[in-house]
């Protein structure tokens, strides 16, 4: 689909949505999108700060750790 046919399927699909909640998430992400100015901008990344408890935190780095810092001498060979 051309940018400008997506632009009216959209329209369309959003002029049928009757639920306040979808509208609302709806526009919150549109003003998300503006503001992002790339997709891997710092903003992006504060609305994931603090999701994760400290054990949670602590299990992630745990499992980095393990899998992804091991070096395995024989898969060189």
């Given at each position: 689909?051309?940018?400008?046919a997506?632009?009216?399927?959209?329209?369309?699909?959003?002029?049928?949505i009757?639920s306040?909640?979808?509208?609302?998430?709806?526009?919150?992400?549109?003003?998300?999108?503006?503001?992002?100015?790339?997709?891997?901008?710092?903003?992006?990344?504060?609305?994931?700060?603090?999701?994760?408890?400290k054990?949670?935190?602590?299990?992630i780095?745990?499992?980095?750790?393990?899998?992804?810092?091991?070096i395995?001498?024989?898969?060189?060979k």
């Open positions: 689909m051309y940018s400008e997506k632009k009216l399927h959209i329209i369309e699909e959003v002029l049928k009757e306040e909640t979808t509208l609302s998430a709806l526009d919150d992400f549109l003003k998300k999108s503006k503001k992002a100015k790339t997709p891997m901008n710092e903003s992006s990344f504060k609305e994931f700060s603090g999701i994760w408890s054990a949670e935190a602590e299990e780095e745990r499992i980095i750790a393990e899998s992804c810092e091991t395995h001498l024989d898969d060189w």
